[in-house]
């Protein structure tokens, strides 16, 4: 079992950053295949960027060089590092762990509002 907590959302305005953090608890942090999703109003749940147990990371296609994911298996927390901030990436945002070899054993946090304003 792995409970995930997303922070670091907030209000943000254009072009600004923000860095969205997921703590996990629970054991065997490291061996998860994690990633970052989000969803806007009226639009469906759609994958952000993720990053194996081994590091290797991908991304939408559309968020590439503004989004950056990274983990510190020490702390048991995923990163995300969101820079030049638009308003269309209002949405909440959603922590997940996969294993990597027992299909279907995901996890998911309870997410985070990411607004993005002026």
């Known amino acids: 079992q792995v409970q995930?907590?997303?922070s670091g959302g907030g209000l943000v305005q254009p072009g600004g950053s923000l860095r969205l953090s997921c703590a996990a608890s629970g054991t065997y942090f490291?061996?998860?295949n994690m990633g970052w999703y989000r969803q806007a109003p009226g639009k469906q749940r759609?994958?952000?960027a993720g990053i194996t147990r081994s590091g290797s990371t991908n991304y939408a296609?559309?968020?590439?060089?503004?989004?950056?994911?990274?983990?510190d298996n020490a702390k048991n927390t995923v990163?995300?590092?969101?820079n030049s901030l638009e308003p269309e990436d209002t949405a909440v945002y959603y922590c997940k762990a996969e294993h990597p070899q027992v299909r279907d054993l995901r996890f998911w946090g309870q997410g985070t509002q990411v607004t993005v304003s002026s």
């Open 4 to 6: 995930l907590v997303e």
């Open 30 to 32: 490291s061996i998860y």
């Open 46 to 48: 759609e994958l952000v």
């Open 61 to 71: 296609d559309s968020l590439k060089g503004r989004f950056t994911i990274s983990r």
């Open 79 to 82: 990163y995300l590092q969101m």
